[in-house]
C-alpha cells in the first residue's frame, strides 16, 4: 500500500467503518437474539418506562465493572451495551486513524484540523457530561 | 406488547429509516423519533438516545461504501467537523439557558424557509462549479467523483466561512437537542458551498456520526440508551444504510435533491411540532 497516494485513505478509511460497523452489529446481533430468547414473551412496557425522577435510569449499568460483569455472566443487556459502545466508537476511530493517515500523506494542514476534531470529539463525548451545568 | 414483537417491529421499521437516512445524509433518526414516541408510546428521551445510536449506524454503515467509491468529500468532511464539534460543546454549554421549544420553532422555521431555495434548484443535476480560490485553495476542498454512468464529475467549492457558520449551527442544535444537525450540514455544502447534491448529502453522512457520537456520552450517563430499544434499531439501520448506499449510487443528483426536499419539509415539520408540544 502506498501510503503517500491520497487515494490510501478512502480504502482504509472505508474498512475502519466496514469492520466497525460489521463487528459491532454482530455483537448486538448475538445480545437481541440472547434477549429475545430470554425475554421474548415478557410484556415491553416494564423496560421502556421513562421514570424523570431516577437519572441515570438503571436498563444499564454503565460502570465498567458492571459491563464486564455483565458480559462473563451472558447477560444480553450486557452485550447490546458493549456492541453500542464499538459502534459509537466506530467514528471516533476513523478520526483517530485519519491523523495518521494525514501524517503519512505529508498533509501537516490536515493533520492539525483533525487532531483539533478529534481532541473536540473526546472532550464532548467524555468530559462534558461531567461538567455541572452542561447539558441541563 | 411482547419483547419479541416490539424487536420485530422496530427491526423492520429501522431498515426503512436506514434507507432514507442514508440517502439524505441525515442519519434515521428523523424516522425512528416519532415511530419511536407517537407509534410505540415511547419517551422522547429514550427515542432521542435511539437516535443517536440509529444516526451512528447510518453514518458508519453508507459511509463505508460512499468513502470507498469517493463520493464523499474527506477533506471538506474534516474540515466541516471542526465546526460541528465545536458546535456540539457549545450546545451542550449553553443548553440550561435555552427554551427547547424556542428552538425548535426557530430551527424549525429555518428548514421551511430553505426549502425554497432548494425548491428553486429541483432539477439542477450537476451545479455550475465555482472558481477555486483563497481559504478553498488552499485547503482542498475540491474533488471528483464517477456516476454510475462513467461520468467523471469535478467540482469545486466556495465560501468556505458561511459552510463553517452553517455547519457550527448543525452542531449547537446536536448538542443542545441530540436532533437535527443533518438537514444544516447538507443545506451549508448545498446553498454556501455550491457542491453537487450527492456529495452534500454523502459527506453530511459522514460527519453525523461523528457529531451523535460527541453527544452520545451524556445519554449514555443519563441511562437513554435502552438496549431493548436500540438493539433492533442498530441492526435494522445498518441494514437499512448497506441498501440505501447503492441506491444513492446508482441515483441522479436531482433524484437525491427531490428526496431530500420531501424529508426536509417533513422535519422542519415535526421539530416545530415537537416545540408545540408534540412528542415527535
Known amino acids: ?136 | 406488547m411482547f419483547v419479541v414483537e416490539f424487536v420485530l417491529l422496530m427491526f423492520f421499521i429501522s431498515i426503512f429509516a436506514g434507507i432514507f437516512g442514508s440517502i439524505v445524509g441525515l442519519g434515521g433518526g428523523i424516522v425512528v423519533i416519532p415511530v419511536l414516541t407517537i407509534l410505540m408510546g415511547v419517551d422522547i428521551h429514550f427515542a432521542i438516545g435511539a437516535s443517536i445510536v440509529a444516526i451512528i449506524g447510518t453514518s458508519s454503515g453508507a459511509a463505508s461504501t460512499y468513502v470507498r467509491d469517493k463520493v464523499t468529500n474527506l477533506r471538506i468532511g474534516m474540515f466541516l467537523e471542526l465546526a460541528s464539534a465545536s458546535g456540539a460543546i457549545t450546545g451542550a454549554a449553553i443548553a440550561a439557558y435555552t427554551n427547547s421549544a424556542a428552538l425548535e420553532t426557530i430551527f424549525g422555521s429555518i428548514l421551511l424557509v430553505s426549502l425554497v431555495p432548494m425548491v428553486m434548484k429541483i432539477g439542477e443535476d450537476i451545479p455550475k462549479s465555482p472558481e477555486l480560490k483563497g481559504v478553498s485553495k488552499r485547503l482542498g476542498l475540491t474533488g471528483s467523483y464517477t456516476e454510475s454512468d462513467g461520468r467523471v464529475v469535478n467540482y469545486n467549492s466556495t465560501r468556505p466561512v458561511e459552510g463553517l457558520a452553517g455547519t457550527a449551527v448543525a452542531g449547537v442544535l446536536s448538542g443542545l437537542l441530540g436532533i437535527g444537525g443533518g438537514a444544516f450540514k447538507v443545506l451549508s455544502m448545498d446553498l454556501a458551498m455550491k457542491l453537487p447534491m450527492k456529495v452534500s448529502t454523502t459527506t453530511s453522512n459522514f460527519m453525523i456520526g461523528v457529531t451523535a457520537a460527541a453527544s452520545a456520552g451524556i445519554y449514555f450517563a443519563r441511562g437513554d440508551v435502552v438496549p431493548l430499544i436500540v438493539a433492533p434499531v442498530a441492526l435494522g439501520i445498518l441494514i437499512g444504510a448497506a441498501i440505501g448506499a447503492r441506491v444513492l449510487l446508482r441515483s441522479r443528483n436531482t433524484t437525491v435533491r427531490k428526496i431530500f426536499a420531501v424529508v426536509l419539509a417533513v422535519a422542519a415539520i415535526e421539530m416545530i411540532l415537537s416545540a408545540l408540544g408534540v412528542s415527535v
Not at chain 1, 111 to 127: P, R, Y
Open chain 1, 1 to 136: 500500500m502506498n501510503w503517500r497516494d491520497p487515494e490510501t485513505m478512502n480504502v482504509v478509511i472505508g474498512k475502519v467503518l466496514r469492520y466497525g460497523v460489521i463487528f459491532s452489529g454482530a455483537i448486538i446481533l448475538l445480545g437481541a437474539i440472547g434477549l429475545a430468547a430470554t425475554n421474548g414473551l415478557s410484556d415491553s412496557s416494564g423496560m421502556l418506562t421513562y421514570n424523570p425522577n431516577m437519572i441515570p435510569h438503571d436498563n444499564l449499568d454503565i460502570s465498567l465493572g458492571g459491563l464486564v460483569q455483565g458480559l462473563t455472566t451472558f447477560s444480553p443487556f450486557s452485550w447490546i451495551e458493549l456492541g453500542v459502545i464499538l459502534l459509537i466508537a466506530t467514528p471516533v476511530s476513523r478520526v483517530t486513524i485519519s491523523v495518521f493517515l494525514f501524517a503519512a500523506e505529508r498533509d501537516r494542514l490536515y493533520v492539525i484540523i483533525t487532531a483539533v476534531v478529534l481532541t473536540l470529539l473526546l472532550f464532548s463525548m467524555l468530559v462534558t457530561p461531567f461538567i455541572p451545568g452542561f447539558h441541563a
